[in-house]
């Protein structure tokens, strides 16, 4: 059993920077892999970032790329994103999922590969 635990959304400026904590309990992060969703009103949820227990290189959603950052802190059992230049278009409820299962990162993509969510924690990005 994973729990996952996520904090640092809040309001911010377009061009200002957040940094997402996903604080995870019940097994080592680098055991599995971590996914960053988002929801925005009226939007489908969209991986915006994966980060593997593998050496495989993170991946990022095209419209995000050069921005964020995902990465791991095994010490701390904890998943960050790093969200730098964000936009308006940025705001939505993110979620982290952790997958204990292989996959290719296309198959990480999909939400349902994930049994175990976060809560989520808002992002409000004003222009």
């Known amino acids: 059993q994973v729990q996952l635990v996520e904090s640092g959304g809040g309001l911010v400026q377009a061009g200002g920077s957040l940094r997402l904590s996903c604080a995870a309990s019940?097994?080592?992060?680098?055991?599995?892999?971590v996914g960053w969703f988002r929801q925005a009103p009226g939007k489908e949820q969209e991986c915006v970032a994966i980060?593997?227990?593998?050496?495989?290189?993170?991946y990022y959603e095209d419209s995000v790329k050069g921005r964020f950052t995902i990465s791991r802190d095994d010490a701390r059992n904890t998943v960050y994103l790093q969200m730098n230049s964000l936009k308006p278009e940025d705001t939505a409820v993110y979620y982290c999922?952790?997958?204990?299962?292989?996959?290719?990162?296309?198959?990480?993509?999909?939400?349902?590969?994930?049994?175990?969510w976060g809560r989520g924690t808002q992002v409000t990005v004003s222009s």
């Open positions: 999922a952790a997958s204990t299962t292989y996959y290719t990162i296309p198959t990480y993509r999909r939400e349902d590969v994930y049994p175990y």
């Open positions: 980060i593997t227990g593998s050496s495989s290189p993170p």
């Open positions: 019940g097994r080592t992060v680098s055991d599995y892999a």
